[in-house]
């Protein structure tokens, strides 16, 4: 195991632990945002909810963020509106980032699936290029997944 997946598989008991029995996605967004920025320390990590045709700031850790995202816009948008996970390494290079942060370097945004649709995402964003790879995607997907029994599914 490297170091990164160490890290991961403690957050994982962490996470597991914080959420055992809880229901509601705020205090689940809250705890999990939490528990990866203190592991990690990246510069952003937060979620987004499918709030009717936008997504909606949610629970975070980090600088202030902007609180609406159209379907298909910027990284989040495009993950909402491909329903999967994007991985990206240089923000400057994706048409249409919103910069909500000048520090935001590299990001990953992991979508929230209930029921066949999108209710909410995860994004974490680094002050550094190229953070984020598959290991990443496959251990965050692991810590969201199954906490979401009160989120309502985007039903478009
Ligand atoms: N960079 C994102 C916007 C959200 S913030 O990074 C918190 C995007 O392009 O969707």
């Given at each position: 195991m490297t170091e990164k997946e160490q890290k991961?598989?403690?957050l994982l008991q962490e996470v597991e632990a914080l959420t055992d029995g809880e229901s509601d996605e705020i205090a689940n967004m809250a705890n999990i945002s939490a528990a990866i920025h203190a592991k990690f320390g990246f510069h952003w990590v937060g979620f987004y909810r499918v709030c009717g045709e936008e997504l909606v700031l949610g629970p975070f850790q980090g600088p202030v963020a902007c609180t609406r995202i159209r379907y298909g816009r910027g990284v989040c948008g495009t993950a909402w509106k491909e329903m999967r996970?994007?991985?990206v390494p240089d923000v400057e290079q994706f048409?249409?980032?919103?910069?909500?942060s000048a520090l935001s370097r590299s990001e990953i945004v992991?979508?929230?699936?209930?029921e066949g649709a999108m209710v909410a995402e995860l994004d974490i964003d680094s002050a550094e290029l190229n953070t984020f790879d598959?290991?990443?995607?496959?251990?965050?997907t692991r810590l969201i997944t199954g906490k979401w029994q009160s989120c309502r599914p985007d039903k478009r």
């Open positions: 991961y598989a403690e996970t994007l991985i048409p249409g980032h919103i910069a909500c992991v979508p929230i699936i209930r598959a290991v990443d995607e496959s251990w965050l």
